[in-house]
């Protein structure tokens, strides 16, 4: 494979990814195609304007090869409305780079359509990659037309990407009551493993930890008072979120121990893992939370909610607990078990799980052989009628641990 562009996220820029610690996270496995020789250009259709001078010094660093490039958007563009604009109008900006490229990958929902304008003016192979619906979160908010044009989008990415990846098998079997099952695969998140190093110590004394955006969805305040109760300290480390405050006051009225300690790199914070013996992520909807998954792999116990993503990384009493709802009782029964047994053995099956699961080589392994089927195929049927056609889907099925119950 020659070149491949990679679409990001609607108002995705490295300087915003740098910042929150994503950015190397969300590129390593582009870096693991080139080191395989199986990738020899990226492009990242990406919305800072100045994106290519950020680039640079990453490459300059060290941190991103040379082979990586951005198309982003004239500065006249630099604005909400104008990255909007830009999702709609970039890909012809952008048509001379775009008609080269061997294939198409997408990140999110939010932006697809992107990649999909693409696909349509100059028929190039699509992966539909994404963590999570935009339609399932719009339906839980309740917000009638955002759902109806997150359904939309969907519905013509099933129908004209050349094959999809979803994170779990609950995506898959939502998606694939919307379009064609077969042409759909489970490529879980995952994690570089060997950036990670299992925890040696478990003690009911360190702090628990959280890790995410300090927002709604993320049910920080039923976590917080789970903690109170349970008398332990809480960590937080977020990079968004505008509860802070809200989240503090909370804090004060319960008199909770938290400690708000912002944002960090995700190498650092992977270090951090060493200074807690508990992770908690008891959201309210999540997909397949990197968050969890690099907590598994530093064998850290982990305390989490029934949301889609969680139920497929936690069983209960195996590679974590799970609580029996959402509020805060259920939360802090949850987190009370986890203390008083602090098994050790529970940290070791969560890391066990992810290296068998969910490592950065496996997932590079699924990825790429979806590409090259779907370049193949594409490159086959041109020559044979011009137009590309859809592939079939892998053989094979992972296996992603034991059944889930409580």
Known sequence: MRRLVLFAELYTTFEKERRIGLLVRNLIQYVRFMDRRELEELYIFTYGYRDGEALRELQDEGTLPRSFHVLSPPAWLDSKLGHIVYSLIGPIIHGAELRKADAYRTQQVTGSW??????????????????????????????????????????????????????????????GAMGNPANITVVPN???????????????????????????????????????????????????????AELR??????????????????????????????????????????????????????????????????????TGYMAKGYDADAISAALA??????????????REFVINNLSLERAVDMELGILKRMIAKSRGANHSSGMPSMPTDPKGKQAMGPKHGQ
Request: hydrophobic share 45%.
């Open 249 to 318: 006051q909370l804090a004060s009225d319960l008199g909770a121990r938290i400690e708000f300690k912002g944002s960090v790199l995700n190498e650092e914070l992977l270090r951090i893992h060493h200074d807690h013996s508990i992770f908690m992520l008891c959201s309210t909807r999540e997909g397949m939370p990197k968050a969890m998954i690099e907590a598994m792999a530093s064998g850290l116990i982990c305390v989490a909610t029934p949301t889609d993503g969680a139920s497929e990384l936690i069983f209960h009493g195996e």
């Open 114 to 175: 992107s990649a999909l304008i693409a696909k349509v003016l100059y028929r190039k192979p699509l992966l539909f990659r994404l963590g999570y619906p935009l339609s399932v979160r719009f339906q839980t908010e309740r917000k009638k037309l955002n759902l109806a044009l997150a359904r939309t989008v969907e519905r013509l990415l099933l129908r004209f990407a050349d094959h999809v990846a979803v994170t779990s098998q609950i995506m898959k079997a939502y998606y």
């Open 190 to 244: 995952f994690v570089d493993l060997a950036l990670t190093k299992p925890i040696e110590i478990y003690d009911r004394a360190r702090p628990v930890l959280f890790v995410g955006r300090l927002e709604k969805v993320k049910n920080i305040h039923n976590i917080i008072a789970a903690c109170a109760r349970n008398n332990v300290t809480l960590h937080l480390y977020y990079g968004q979120g505008d509860l802070e």
């Open 337 to 350: 078990q986890a203390l008083d047994e602090m098994d050790p053995r529970i940290g070791h099956n969560a």
